[in-house]
């Protein structure tokens, strides 16, 4: 067992630890880089909705790759996993609630 499949064996249901954690930091490293950004395009998006947009933009980004993990598959069964598909609804809209405009 290599030592990646062995931080992906710690799982909380179907979703291994490692690979939301990995999302969280990756997106808490990269925020002051996209907020510089959005700033240049008059947008105000605090640290705080850019780790809420984390699972939503993972879903999607999963969804134009083709890679289909357990989270996206879930979120696109139209028959069930309703908890799962609220609460990634819920973190999008929360985090659109910290976006402003900048004039």
Do not use: Q
Request: aromatic fraction near 16%; charge should be positive.
């Amino acid at each position: 067992m290599s030592s990646i499949e062995f931080l992906r064996s710690f799982r909380i249901g179907e979703y291994a630890i490692f690979d939301l954690a990995t999302s969280f930091i990756g997106v808490f490293i990269l925020s002051p880089l996209l907020i510089r950004l959005f700033r240049m395009a008059h947008l105000e998006i605090p640290l705080t909705s850019w780790l809420l947009f984390t699972l939503p933009i993972g879903i999607g980004t999963h969804i134009l790759t083709g890679n289909y993990t357990p989270m996206t598959k879930y979120f696109l069964d139209p028959s069930g996993h309703y908890p799962l598909k609220i609460f990634i609804i819920i973190l999008f809209i929360l985090g659109f609630r910290g976006i402003s405009i900048i004039k």
